[in-house]
T-cell receptor, first 111, second 117 residues
Framework: KQEVTQIPAALSVPEGENLVLNCSFT??????LQWFRQDPGKGLTSLLL?????REQTSGRLNASLDKSSGRSTLYIAASQPGDSATYLC??????????FGSGTKLNVKP | GAVVSQHPSWVICKSGTSVKIECRSL??????MFWYRQFPKQSLMLMAT?????????EQGVEKDKFLINHASLTLSTLTVTSAHPEDSSFYIC?????????????FGPGTRLTVL
């Protein structure tokens, strides 16, 4: 069974800082990895999807990297804003079908 | 982008009653849908995989007789919480995999908050 871990569990930074969220997984035979954002009491918003053949993926101020061999992915957020405050989740498919989530990193960006 | 809807968005029911939650893929077909449960301040836990035209497969520890899943068409899966109890109160989220997507990308619904009194 795939296990996904996210560090740190919570992060509080002042506005404007660049930050890195970490995700690790135990089974490196993955098809892809997705990063999601979840606002309190809401569903999930997909941020980035990295295919197993890719090293990184970028969308605006977000950059996600993937190192399959070491079982790690990072989400880099540049010039953070208060609107970035949310819980960030990484998820990995297992056996192509099942999707396992990390415990999430709760981000607070202070104005 | 692909859109997944859930209905209702929230529901309050009495202990012992059954509650049905619908998950629909609005602009794509999905042979496979997934049901997750999220307790407060916890991450999403996969409950079961819903397969169109066949029985759902449940994760270890999830009671299939309590959480009935029906995937009647390529755009609709339903989760019925039978004889609900307060400990079933949770946020239930579904996702669907686009049949035509080669990326195995899953699209998530907005969630349904169930409160059992």
């Amino acid at each position: 069974k795939q296990e996904v871990t996210q560090i740190p569990a919570a992060l509080s930074v002042p506005e404007g800082e660049n930050l890195v969220l970490n995700c690790s997984f135990t089974d490196s035979a993955i098809y892809n990895l997705q990063w999601f954002r979840q606002d309190p009491g809401k569903g999930l918003t997909s941020l980035l999807l990295i295919q197993s053949s890719q090293r990184e993926q970028t969308s605006g101020r977000l950059n996600a990297s993937l190192d399959k061999s070491s079982g790690r992915s990072t989400l880099y957020i540049a010039a953070s804003q208060p609107g970035d405050s949310a819980t960030y989740l990484c998820a990995v498919p297992y056996n192509f079908n099942k999707f396992y989530f990390g415990s999430g990193t709760k981000l607070n960006v202070k104005p | 982008g692909a859109v997944v809807s859930q209905h209702p968005s929230w529901v309050i029911c009495k202990s012992g009653t059954s509650v049905k939650i619908e998950c629909r893929s609005l602009d794509f077909q999905a042979t496979t849908m997934f049901w997750y449960r999220q307790f407060p301040k916890q991450s999403l836990m996969l409950m079961a995989t819903s397969n169109e035209g066949s029985k759902a497969t449940y994760e270890q520890g999830v009671e299939k007789d309590k959480f009935l899943i029906n995937h009647a068409s390529l755009t609709l899966s339903t989760l019925t919480v039978t004889s609900a109890h307060p400990e079933d109160s949770s946020f239930y989220i579904c996702s669907a995999r686009d049949l035509e997507s080669s990326y195995n990308e899953q699209f998530f619904g907005p969630g349904t908050r169930l409160t059992v009194l």
